[in-house]
């Protein structure tokens, strides 16, 4: 839940450089909450739970029905809440990765990246191959402030699936926004287009997209590195 009060005036142009982080920030959103090339999801969502009278509301269905953001701490609770009785059917099955998957999943959703991280992380050392999975630790990681952990565990799935595009976008995301390396961003984007050829015309042309801001930013910098400098003498 970002806050909004710094947001920049639509009608201010923004140099280039910061033209392409801010493209692709807003992929890096959609990308790393909801996996951007992923396929249908490979845990289901945890069954409802009959009750035999209304649960009393949440601190956060309180709060949006109040017309504001929930707080972290709110999350947190509907968080708890809603994951109580996967972590309760673990403690009688811990090495259930499709459970801890799932915990992470709720966890991730309530923006507790930290709780997020470390289910997932379990879930991957009981599913090793599991290239899918190894992405969401990776994206949950990076949102906990790891980028190097999150490179990890992408470079990781990617030699378990040299061409998964999930892996390969966020892998681009997280040089570019998390290392400020936009030559590594480039790498893997362009690889991911010459080793998914059957990517949807959309999803390869928001690809391309980003790739043509990154190497427009490239030639500015270089650019201003071959410009004659003036001291005014």
Known sequence: MTNQTN???????????????TFALVFLLIGL?????????????????????????????????????????????????QAAPLVERLKGDPNNSAVLAQVGAIYHSAHQFK????YYGRAAQLDPKNSALRTKFA??????????GAIVQLNQAL????????ALFNLGMIRLQGK?????????WQKLLKSNP???????????KLIA????????????????????H
């Not at 709780?115 to 470390?118: K, Q, R, S, T």
């Not at 400020?180 to 893997?188: F, R, T």
């Open 7 to 21: 947001a920049v005036s639509l009608a201010t142009p923004l140099p280039k450089a910061t033209q392409v982080y």
């Open 33 to 81: 909450a909801i996996g951007y090339f992923s396929r249908a999801a490979r845990f289901s969502a945890p069954a409802v739970q009959p009750v035999t009278r209304p649960a009393p509301p949440s601190a956060a269905a309180n709060a949006a029905h109040a017309g504001r953001m929930p707080t972290l701490d709110e999350l947190r609770q509907m968080a708890d809440k």
């Open 115 to 118: 709780e997020a991280a470390a």
């Open 139 to 148: 994206i949950s990681l990076y949102r906990d402030g790891d980028s190097d």
């Open 159 to 166: 030699q378990i699936g040299p061409k998964d595009a999930n």
């Open 180 to 188: 400020h390396d936009p030559k590594g961003a480039l790498a893997a």
């Open 198 to 208: 059957d990517l949807t015309p959309d999803r390869k042309a928001e690809v391309q």
């Open 213 to 232: 801001q990154v190497l427009t930013m490239l030639g500015d910098q270089h650019g201003m590195q071959e410009a004659p400098v003036h001291d005014g």
